[in-house]
């Protein structure tokens, strides 16, 4: 635990400290039982709106971003759980004299519906993964079609006597690219594989020595060829 924690840890046991002591020296008239209610409800709407001091809700590290696809969701249930947990306390201990087990329902509903709120926080953040791994599974193909036409520009690069001509067409292909829209059916990525695959074809071919100009531009257009397929394929 590093430093701030444990700073964020003690800052939360003072807090919560404070809390106590407050109730006990300023409710010495209320009955035990709505003493430790009071105390407990509290508590919980401290611990809902500080514990990010100790557990971040927000996760950089996160790929997903889960918790910010969640976050909107999770700030309204507390604060509504937050006004309604401090409403009631308030009214029952100044304006209405409210027997205990009526005090614990209603406080245990409002719990309810914070526990509530908390499981639909879940189910947005298992959402916004499922959004992310879908929309990535739509993109990834495309990108690896960028990145191996770019693969095969920067071995063009490094090579000398390619033919001006050969560098020219591997140069509109990769930016054609980029006018290629996410797809999500079984053509569409078969389409992108077979291009991948042409291209490693084509840079072996462009490997060879002597190089061998007619194979080269057979798979230079076979890789037009699966690309002109591929545009005209659009998301479902």
Not at 9 to 27: P, V
Not at 29 to 42: A, D, G, W
Not at 97 to 122: E, K, N, T
Request: with cysteine; proline share 2%; aromatic share 12%.
């Amino acid at each position: 635990m590093n430093t701030k924690n444990v700073i964020s840890f003690m800052l939360i046991l003072f807090g919560e400290a404070l809390i106590i002591l407050s109730f006990l020296y300023f409710g010495k008239k209320l009955h035990t039982e709505i003493l430790t209610l009071n105390i407990v409800v509290s508590s919980i709407i401290y611990g809902v709106m500080f514990i990010d001091l100790i557990i971040p809700w927000i996760n950089l590290k996160d790929k997903y971003q889960k918790s910010i696809g969640s976050i909107g969701v999770r700030w309204v249930f507390t604060f509504f759980y937050t006004l309604l947990a401090i409403g009631l306390m308030f009214a029952f201990n100044t304006i209405w004299s409210i027997d205990f087990i009526s005090q614990l329902l209603l406080h245990g509903g409002l719990v309810f519906l914070l526990v509530f709120g908390f499981y639909m926080v879940i189910s947005s953040s298992n959402k916004v993964k499922d959004v992310h791994i879908k929309e990535k599974q739509v993109t990834g193909s495309l990108d690896d079609m960028r990145n191996a036409t770019k693969e095969l520009q920067l071995k063009l690069d490094t090579m000398k006597d390619i033919p001006v001509e050969i560098t020219s067409k591997i140069i509109n292909l990769q930016g054609n690219l980029r006018f290629l829209s996410p797809c999500n059916t079984n053509e569409a990525t078969g389409l992108e594989k077979k291009f991948v695959e042409g291209i490693k074809i084509l840079k072996d071919s462009i490997a060879g020595s002597p190089l061998d100009m007619d194979e080269v531009n057979n798979n230079i257009r076979n890789c037009e060829r699966i690309y002109n397929d591929r545009k005209h394929i659009y998301s479902n």
